[in-house]
């Protein structure tokens, strides 16, 4: 997507805002994974979401929300997930927990495709269990 402008909404919204906010509402619950960019969201993310929200502001549209970043340093993602989870509600979000990973490269087995860590996996399971629910 273009990046977000005043000057470029005049000329219409692209349509992959228009699909993402389609497939939010075509669901029952959204998990958000965050990349962590110098402590906050990626440059792409927060462009996507800048469309989305001209839309509308009820970007979520009132589904069961969890929210999880993680990051190569010993606070995985934290600072973004902090950011994100504040102002989610504000964005129609039911916000049912969010979950860092840090130490990624310590905590997740990139050829298996999951977590080693007992007690992150343990954590995740319940955030998954909750958004079930």
Do not use: C
């Not at 990349?35 to 906050?40: C, I």
């Not at 007690?119 to 629910?133: G, P, V």
């Amino acid at each position: 997507m273009p990046i977000y402008s005043a000057e470029r909404e005049a000329a219409g919204i692209p349509e992959l805002a228009q699909q993402l906010v389609d497939k939010i509402g075509a669901v029952d619950a959204v998990i958000v994974s965050f990349a962590e960019h110098n402590g906050s969201y990626s440059a792409a993310w927060k462009n996507t979401y800048d469309w989305a929200s001209r839309l509308g502001m009820q970007v979520y549209q009132g589904r069961k929300v969890a929210m999880l970043a993680t990051a190569p340093g010993p606070r995985g993602g934290a600072g973004v997930l902090e950011s994100a989870t504040t102002v989610a509600p504000f964005f129609g979000a039911e916000l049912v927990g969010s979950l860092s990973v840090p130490s990624f490269n310590d905590n997740f087995d990139s050829d298996a495709g999951e977590l080693v860590n007992p007690e992150l996996r343990s954590q995740l399971e319940a955030l998954l269990s909750k958004l079930a629910d």
